[in-house]
């Protein structure tokens, strides 16, 4: 199975901030990418896929590169409904389509 | 819109069973993949199983093959997980999500599974 994982597991910032999210796999994945968000009792939210689209809807704050092992997920200016768990996910070889341990986001 | 509402879960004894159901609206319940996702209490995300659209390509996780089972009725437009041999550690909420070209773009709300004595 490959591996995903994600640096840091928590970050601590405050809104208005730039945030960058890491997700290394164990082998390559070309761009078959994703990135979700969750908050506190709800359902992951897709956020982006193919490591840079963004599912319609989402702000255009967050933003998403890379490709083959290595991919960040940016949030150009965090607001306060941005704090929150984030989760990427690999769906190049599957199954099992497996996902980083996810990195916490919250307010300094 | 696109809707997935999953119900079943509560609490049962480690070796028994469980039948979650997920009722899909919205969409064309019939042309996508469906996917079961679960969490246990404050750990990450865990792909458990997935089910083609005609229902005749299946996929579990190691860690639940041989006892669980997915299936769907797409004249109902519902996804099951029939769970069975329950353990301690299966205790998690378990999302049902649409799949589309391999990701998941749409989550239901989760129901929770509690397994113990």
Redesign the interface.
Known sequence: AIRMTQSPSSLSASTGDRVTITCRASQGISS?L?W?Q?KPG?????LI?AASTL?SGVPSRFSGSGSGTDFTLTISCLQSEDFATY?C?Q??S?????????TKVEIK | QVQLVESGGGLVKPGGSLRLSCAASGFTFSDYYMSWIRQAPGKGLEWVSYISSSGSTIYYADSVKGRFTISRDNAKNSLYLQMNSLRAEDTAVYYCAREYSGYEDYWGQGTLVTVSS
């Open positions: 078959y994703a979700y969750q709800k359902a992951p939210k897709l896929y599912q989760y996910q769906y190049y599957y199954p099992p389509k497996t996902f980083g341990q996810g």
